[in-house]
């Protein structure tokens, strides 16, 4: 059975720094990788999606790479600001599948 | 871009009393959806997967007959809080599924709280 797993479970940084979020899963057999971005009380917005043979993604200040043979991806923010304040939550898709197994996510909160 | 309406955004209900929420594809038909419930400071937790035109697969632990989910055409799928208690208070989320490219889109989401 999949497990995603997040840490931290929550981060606090100050304006201008970058933020590194990361994602462990215990499966590597998987079709994708996502991250999504929780606003509190609102659905999900879906930032980065990683195919299983690429080893990362890039939009804007936000990169995520992917290593499936060790089960681990991490987001990467660069130049935080206040309104990357969010839940960010990794999500994996079953090859074969199709489930999506969701992180317990990261809770951020950036400071001015 | 595609978008998933869910309907309605936030509901009130009293115990015992039933509840409907709507997620539908506005541009794009999807053969399956998915329907997530997220309590707080938690993460989404899968409870059905919905196909068109045939029955619903239940995750281990979610009640069929308590959440009713009918998936009836392309671009809408409908889950049905039954007999709801203040226990069934949570974030509901459903997902959709594009047919043509196999993308998800997520609907806004549906706060229930029931007295």
């Known amino acids: 059975k999949q497990e995603v797993t997040q840490i931290p479970a929550a981060l606090s940084v100050p304006e201008g720094e970058n933020l590194v979020l990361n994602c462990s899963f215990t499966?590597?057999?998987?079709?994708?990788l996502q991250w999504f971005r929780q606003d509190p009380g609102k659905g999900l917005t879906s930032l980065l999606l990683?195919?299983?043979?690429?080893r990362e993604q890039t939009s804007g200040r936000l990169n995520a790479s992917l290593d499936k043979s060790s089960g681990r991806s991490t987001l990467y923010i660069a130049a935080s600001q206040p309104g990357d304040s969010a839940t960010y939550l990794c999500?994996?898709?079953?090859?074969?599948?199709?489930?999506?197994?969701f992180g317990g996510g990261t809770r951020v909160l950036v400071k001015p | 871009g595609a978008v998933v309406s869910q309907h309605p955004s936030w509901v009130i209900c009293k115990s015992g009393t039933s509840v409907k929420i709507e997620c539908r594809s506005l541009?794009?038909?999807?053969?399956?959806m998915f329907w997530y419930r997220q309590f707080p400071k938690q993460s989404l937790m899968l409870m059905a997967t919905?196909?068109?035109?045939?029955?619903?697969?239940?995750e281990q632990g979610v009640e069929k007959d308590k959440f009713l989910i009918n998936h009836a055409s392309l671009t809408l799928s409908t889950l049905t809080v039954t007999s709801a208690h203040p226990e069934d208070s949570s974030f509901y989320i459903c997902?959709?599924?594009?047919?043509?490219?196999?993308?998800?889109?997520f609907g806004s989401g549906t706060q229930l709280s029931v007295l």
């Open positions: 499966d590597s057999a998987i079709y994708n």
């Open positions: 997902s959709a599924r594009d047919r043509t490219n196999e993308k998800l889109f």
């Open positions: 919905s196909n068109e035109g045939s029955k619903a697969t239940y």
């Open positions: 999500a994996v898709l079953k090859a074969a599948g199709n489930k999506l197994t």
């Open positions: 541009d794009f038909q999807a053969t399956t």
């Open positions: 990683i195919q299983s043979s690429q």
